[in-house]
């Protein structure tokens, strides 16, 4: 009798298991799906609606802004193919002359147009580097461009938060949204809010040679 309660009880456990990865995959490609067709740039958010529209509300159940990046990838290939493809590669060659715009602060290229999440919603994310706080303004008006100041806040590290400036402008007929770090910041990447781990970043050589290989 005792082992088999253990197996009923082994059993349960198991299935218990799989009915909960198979709703974390649920709600991670619905997350996903809203979006890919809404528009949505924050993981919490589309997380929160697509456990609402599914009427999934335990933790366990819910996936990891990994998973949901994941599934975006899927469901921008299965549905989107070459339109989220040629989206991509505009918004890549707007990086790289944005990058060789802003080439004295020491640039880089973050976010889902350098990892390939990008779609028609998608702003270029970039990171620039001064000490002087009002030397990208600076560079901004000389240039003539019109840009709506704005905070973020980044993951320095595993210990530190901070709040940094954010000018947003248009070019080309996109949105960019360019952070401004320390110098010091070039030495390591802020934490990524998908994974926690430095972000992957790109110079304009890099995505240069990203483009070619494309």
Request: aromatic residues 6%; hydrophobic residues 40%; proline residues 5%.
């Amino acid at each position: 009798m005792t082992d088999a309660r253990q197996h009923a009880r082994q059993h349960a456990h198991q299935h218990a298991q799989a009915r909960t990865r198979e709703r974390r995959q649920r709600l991670a490609h619905e997350a996903a799906r809203l979006m890919a067709e809404g528009g949505i740039r924050d993981f919490q958010m589309a997380k929160r609606k697509a456990a609402q529209r599914l009427g999934i509300f335990d933790d366990a159940s819910l996936p990891r802004n990994r998973e949901i990046e994941d599934a975006l990838r899927d469901y921008q290939r299965l549905f989107l193919g070459d339109r989220q493809q040629a989206d991509l590669r505009h918004r890549r060659e707007a990086a790289l002359r944005a990058l060789e715009f802003f080439t004295a602060f020491q640039p880089r290229l973050v976010g889902p147009v350098l990892d390939g999440t990008a779609d028609a919603h998608s702003p270029v994310l970039l990171h620039l580097h001064s000490d002087d706080a009002d030397a990208v303004p600076r560079w901004l008006d000389e240039q003539g461009i019109p840009a709506q100041a704005r905070t973020r806040r980044l993951r320095l590290n595993r210990e530190r938060e901070a709040e940094v400036p954010a000018w947003l402008f248009g070019a080309e007929g996109l949105g960019f949204e360019a952070l401004v770090l320390p110098l010091d910041g070039l030495r390591q990447a802020p934490l990524s809010a998908i994974d926690e781990k430095p972000m992957r970043r790109a110079s304009a050589a890099q995505l240069r040679t990203l483009l070619a290989n494309d």
